[in-house]
């Protein structure tokens, strides 16, 4: 196997004396590879725009959806998304420089700046993540349909449950009794289901409780789909103050089902039109999974320089073709940034 | 079987395998410092334009076009720097960049064309 290399030199490889563009063939598979891989992104994101740009629902606004930060809460507009994208970014540089290192021979700094890249890898995977958890989970409010048939969405501070109270006993529970475990759920599940009625909510066991509640801070309705009385027009959308309140309430305990949508799925989503969810979970998702298999391509190629493999071969050009796939991924990003949270 | 990734295609005429010196390093590596530099700053000027500006305000399209520059921008960047296709040859930075500007630039064009009129049926007949 060993000393293949030293009689195949360039000349009795092409018959040019050369390689097409002065290019490794390795390079050259790499880069018609990231073109095909940069065509079906292309693909994907202009379906979006072409979706959005027929849809006569009003389409979800970045600085509206995605505004919560870890450990600190909602009304961080934008800047969870910009610390991935810095995240990104970074990783993108220490791959470059662990490039640069390969060209200079220097092993141990390829070694030091890949494991850079890992781990910048992996923290923005981890991102995605908790990103999915939240638009799955969405807002404390939910997307709510008005009684006037209008849609819209709430923006602002829930106020804590602090417990319910049983009023009317059920198969479970006794008149009287005081429930603090697993509230918020409960709520969201028994609103969406049409169980709570004019502030009682109805159990699973069949009891009813009242509802004890902390008050909400600066509620806000902006109106996304036109109702009879409630206009999604620029000027008139937002609802603020004692009317956002009792609108919202008045719809949330109606005791109908259906009124409040909370978080996404493929069905249904508190954000905007159906396809929203279905193109951010399938657009983000392609593009994590692409992340998440550069992370694994990264180790294995940085095992192979821990090993020495390239260093023996005289050239680390497998850092290199990994490094071109590690800057694609980092390059969709700054698309799909853009089209998903800027415009 | 032979393993060709085990052989050195890309030598350059002076047989230096793509090598380069400690102090060439010391020069790319501040070109990738200022590249890093000024990615950072943009991405920070988009958040703050897009986390301020609403999208009812006036000059909203103009802003949804300097986002749309300061994409490109970015993208060349990490193309022509980080992806090192700056220093590639002529030929083959048109073989990779042309099929988008035929290509995605067309269909961005049909696509947007095509909704426009789905778009004005589905008004006339909701």
């Known amino acids: 196997m060993a000393g293949h290399t030293a009689a195949l030199d360039s000349k009795t490889l092409w018959g040019g004396e050369i390689s097409p563009f002065s290019t490794s063939y390795g390079k050259l598979m790499m880069w018609f590879f990231l073109v095909s891989d940069a065509l079906s992104f292309g693909g994907l994101l202009i379906s979006y725009g072409f979706t959005r740009h027929d849809c006569l629902e009003a389409w979800p606004i970045g600085e509206e959806t995605f505004n919560s930060m870890p450990f600190l809460g909602h009304g961080y507009p934008l800047l969870y998304v910009a610390l991935m994208t810095f995240i990104l970014i970074i990783s993108s540089v220490t791959m470059v420089l662990a490039v640069e290192a390969g060209h200079r021979m220097d092993r141990k700094g390829v070694t030091n700046w890949m494991i850079a890249t890992i781990i910048g890898g992996f923290f923005f995977v981890g991102s995605q993540g908790w990103e999915w958890y939240h638009f799955i989970h969405g807002s404390e409010f939910g997307k709510i349909e008005l009684a006037d048939g209008s849609v819209a969405i709430v923006k602002g501070h829930f106020g804590e449950i602090k417990n319910f109270t049983v009023t009317k006993p059920g198969n479970h529970h006794k008149e009287g009794d005081v429930i603090k475990e697993d509230l918020m759920h409960t709520f969201q599940h028994a609103a969406a289901a049409g169980h709570i009625n004019n502030g009682i909510i109805t159990l699973h066991d069949g009891s009813k409780a009242s509802i004890t509640k902390e008050k909400d801070h600066e509620l806000t309705l902006i109106v996304k789909k036109s109702g009879k009385v409630n206009k999604a027009s620029k000027a008139k959308r937002k609802i603020t103050g004692v009317k956002a309140e009792k609108l919202y309430y008045e719809a949330l305990y109606s005791g109908e089902a259906n009124r409040v949508i909370y978080g996404a799925n493929l069905k249904q989503n508190e954000y905007g039109p159906q396809q929203y969810a279905q193109f951010f979970f399938f657009i983000t998702g392609f593009h994590g999974f692409h992340v998440f298999s550069g992370v694994i391509i990264n180790i294995i190629i940085c095992l192979g320089v821990v090993a020495g493999t390239y260093h023996k071969r005289g050239h680390y050009e497998m850092v290199e073709k990994t490094g071109l796939y590690w800057h694609f991924v980092d390059l969709v990003w700054v698309f799909v940034f853009t089209f998903f949270y800027l415009i | ?126």
Do not use: C, N
């Open chain 2, 1 to 126: 079987m032979e393993r060709d990734d085990l052989i050195e295609y890309s030598l350059p005429q002076d047989g230096k395998a793509g090598l380069h010196s400690e102090d060439e390093g010391i020069s790319i590596r501040k070109k990738i410092y200022k590249v890093t530099i000024l990615l950072t700053l943009v991405t920070v000027i988009e958040v703050v334009l897009g986390a301020v500006i609403k999208q009812d305000a006036s000059i909203w399209p103009f802003i949804k076009w300097t986002f749309l520059v300061l994409t490109i921008l970015k993208a060349g960047y990490i193309v022509m720097v980080f992806m090192h296709l700056g220093d590639e040859r002529k030929w083959l930075r048109y073989v990779i960049l042309v099929p988008y500007f035929i290509f995605i630039l067309y269909l961005i064009f049909i696509a947007l064309w095509e909704a426009t009129a789905i778009k004005s049926v589905l008004t006339y007949f909701s």
